[in-house]
């Protein structure tokens, strides 16, 4: 966390983080919120067996689009 702060002045300076790109990032901020809320409900309503299978699942998709995404 304390190298990511480092960071900012940096990205900063290059021009990565300006004023608009933070006024998107405060947009989202509500959408951000939605989404932790309903995370945490379907994580208490969702077995755990049925979980552990999603995020395999989800994993191996991610693993195979970088994959391709690296060829390519």
Same mark, same amino acid.
């Given at each position: &966390? *304390?190298?990511n +702060? *480092?960071?900012?002045?940096?990205f900063a300076?290059?021009g990565?983080?300006?004023?608009?790109?933070?006024?998107?990032?405060?947009?989202?901020?509500? #959408?951000?919120?939605?989404g @932790?809320v309903?995370? *945490?409900? &379907?994580l208490?309503?969702?077995?755990?067996?049925? #979980?552990? +299978? #999603?995020?395999l699942?989800l994993? @191996?998709?991610?693993?195979?689009? &970088? *994959?391709i995404k690296?060829i390519y």
């Open positions: &966390m *304390i190298l +702060w *480092i960071k900012l002045p940096i300076y290059e990565r983080i300006t004023l608009a790109s933070v006024k998107a990032d405060l947009a989202m901020i509500p #959408f951000l919120l939605i @932790a309903l995370g *945490i409900i &379907m208490n309503k969702m077995p755990k067996k049925l #979980f552990d +299978w #999603f995020i699942i994993s @191996a998709v991610a693993s195979v689009y &970088m *994959i690296s």
